[in-house]
């Protein structure tokens, strides 16, 4: 039987999130079967600010009585996403939709507009990283995870950023047709199957520039000395401090003390040594400070979810494609 999927696009949207369910579903192909159709409310034309163009859709809300699952692409800007809230008819649709048991999924920042409809409330959700804040300032009785790729809480669904609308997609046809359906819909699209890990792989953490503080001048001395042995008395020691005074210090201006920060920033220089060089994972661990393959491989899953070679594989530009 066919599987009506309707996307829901609300004003200000975020291009890529609506195109990702009919791509991705279409590319499905037999036996899955979904009907992937696109709404607004009053079946009226809504505008992508971001890339300067309005789509017309075939349905209005009324797609939503039939829909058997029902997709939020995310929002950048509006109501929802700056006040937490939403107007009532899409309110009233999308919990009516989920009252009569269709699945309800947003990409992104549409999970702002399943918690202002009420839909999240008591149960684990997901959002892109940079808006998990705001977004658990909000909606303070969602469980937010900000760490994951998405969340699948049964007949509720939510995605992290961008992509991670097309994990949480093929998730479901694995889901509603197995794998091999899935892995073939991920062929076509020319996507993983299955990504490793979660959001903390593409969160940027650069390391502050803070030239004038006290320890700006011995975090500098042990970024360029990563590859040897540091200890808190050999930071100490070089910024002319008591262990105590340094640490204190250390904290006060980076917020975290001396060892996270050091295993943080041996973390990111391996990060660096498997994305840009051709060293192995032996070599990255020696280079970065960790000194055998399993603490590299410790640090990097305790920090992103992932091995060293999986992350390598993820980031890595090929030299055939340069």
Known sequence: MTHLVAVLVLD???SLDAGIPGQVFWAAEAPADYDVQTCT???????CEAAGFSIVPDHDL?????????VVPGVHGGPPYAEGTVETAVSEALRAAHARGARIMSICTGAFVLAAAGLLDGRQATTHWRNTAHFASLFPTVDLDPDVLFVDDGDILTSAGVAAGI???????RSDHGAEVANRAARRCVAPPFREGGQAQFIERPVPAAPDTTTAATRAWALARLHTALTLDDLAAHAAMSTRTFTRRFREETGLSPSR??????????????????????????ASGFNTPVSLRQHLHAALGVAPLAYRHAFR?????L
């Open 12 to 14: 200000d949207f975020a």
């Open 41 to 47: 409310p009053g079946g009226r034309a809504v505008r």
């Open 62 to 70: 009324s797609l939503l009585e039939r829909a058997d699952t029902v």
């Open 167 to 173: 994990d949480l997609c093929l998730h479901v046809i």
């Open 261 to 286: 920060w050091l295993a943080r920033q041996r973390v990111e220089h391996a990060r660096h040594l498997l994305e840009s060089t051709d060293l192995s994972v032996d070599e990255v661990a020696r």
């Open 317 to 321: 530009t090929p030299k055939a494609l």
